[in-house]
């Protein structure tokens, strides 16, 4: 008997995946119909056409079997212009008889979508909901630690550390963390009084970065959720973003050299499994998740793999700096390759979502 996880997880995967989806090729069309390039469908999965409708300008808005991803369908776009003979068959609403800027911003616009989506959502989410921040106080002093020593108690809030003001205990971390071995003026609020003292972090090797980072041996104390006004929610929803931007480059970095665990990669599997969980959760998480989600499928599409976005952008750049597009064989075998390659990656991902 199949356990209701798997619907939970299956009705999360949908309700989480699909806007993304709709909003990365919304950026598409729009992009298409305003540089006068037609839409012959705009498709939410893949595979035979479930439902749909056409609409006055012709495109054929659907959902497919497959749901896992969508397409738009631009007028001429798979036709070859390095082909003379075909020139003239091409009427002026194809997508390759677009200028060059406008096949640019066609292409941009999906994976640019989301990214707007990814800040939109955490902007909401900070404004409606408040965001989470971890105070700079200290929770627990460890003993025979840098901070124990330097008389670091429970309780105590930190104002600066080298006359830099801290305004969340992430500040404390990251300063900590990048001063190894090194003398820190911690200036601390203990009881309304004002007291200044010195802590030299040890030196702690930390596996996964192959990096030497600092510790004195202090935890946070519980996060508080904070209101913000418009503008503050916009500052962090684009700070996070960034944040969130930094680190899928680092998690893509590491894993071209391999130092990626199978527990840290998610495949559609993973993605239905917390997107299961974040629906149990309430509104925020599944927001907060999508937002997670959304600026990953912006970045992950401009990859430069053929078959993405990005590998679409990388032959418009050599058809820029060689002033001529790429030869059609060559192309269609980069396309090839491209869907090739991300079968087999969809393919690995899902074995680490499965434990093998």
């Known amino acids: 008997m199949i356990e209701s996880g798997f619907f939970t997880s299956l009705i999360g995967f949908f309700i989480v995946l699909t806007p993304l989806i709709f909003f990365h090729e919304l950026g598409h069309y729009y992009a298409a119909i305003k540089s006068g390039v ?16 056409t609409d006055k300008n012709k495109t054929r808005w659907k959902f497919s079997l497959i749901p896992l991803g969508g397409y738009v369908k631009m007028k001429g776009e798979l036709i070859n212009l390095s082909q003379k003979s075909n020139q003239n068959l091409l009427e002026a609403d194809t997508f390759l008889q677009a200028n060059l800027f406008s096949r640019f911003l066609i292409i941009l616009s ?9 800040l939109f959502l955490i902007t909401s989410l900070y404004y409606f909901n ?10 627990e002093v460890l003993e ?3 901070a124990k020593i330097a008389g670091i ?10 006359k830099k003001k801290i305004n969340n205990f992430s500040d404390i971390k990251n300063i900590v963390e990048n001063n190894p071995n090194q003398n820190l003026l911690f200036e601390i609020l203990r009881n309304d009084s004002v007291i200044y003292t010195n802590i030299k972090p040890n030196e702690f090797y930390e596996k996964k970065s192959k990096k030497i980072l600092g510790r004195i041996g202090v935890t946070a104390a519980p996060s508080e959720l904070i209101t913000l006004s418009i503008l503050p929610a916009l500052k962090f929803g684009f700070l996070d973003s960034m944040n969130m ?11 071209f050299m391999f130092e990626v665990e199978k527990k840290d990669v998610l495949g559609p599997i993973g993605i239905a499994k917390i997107s299961g969980t974040s629906l149990d959760r309430g509104i925020t998480a599944v927001i907060f998740l999508m937002a997670i989600l959304s600026i990953n499928l912006g970045l992950i599409n401009l990859l430069p793999i053929p078959a993405l976005d990005g590998g679409y952008i990388l032959l418009f750049t050599y058809e820029l700096v060689f002033r001529k597009p790429l030869s059609g064989s060559i192309q269609l075998y980069l396309l090839k ?17 499965l434990g093998l």
């Open 153 to 162: 108690i429970s309780g105590d809030k930190v104002i600066s550390i080298n």
């Open 144 to 146: 025979a630690k840098p």
């Open 38 to 53: 037609s839409v012959e469908s705009f498709s939410i999965g893949f595979g035979p056409e479930l439902f749909g409708y």
């Open 245 to 255: 931007t930094l680190e899928w480059l680092k998690g893509l970095k590491a894993l």
């Open 337 to 353: 390759f491209g869907f090739l390659f991300l079968i087999l990656l969809m393919i690995l991902v899902t074995a680490f979502d």
């Open 130 to 139: 408040g965001r989470y921040i971890s105070p700079p106080i200290i929770s």
């Open 110 to 118: 999906g994976p640019l979508a989301n990214l707007v989506l990814g």
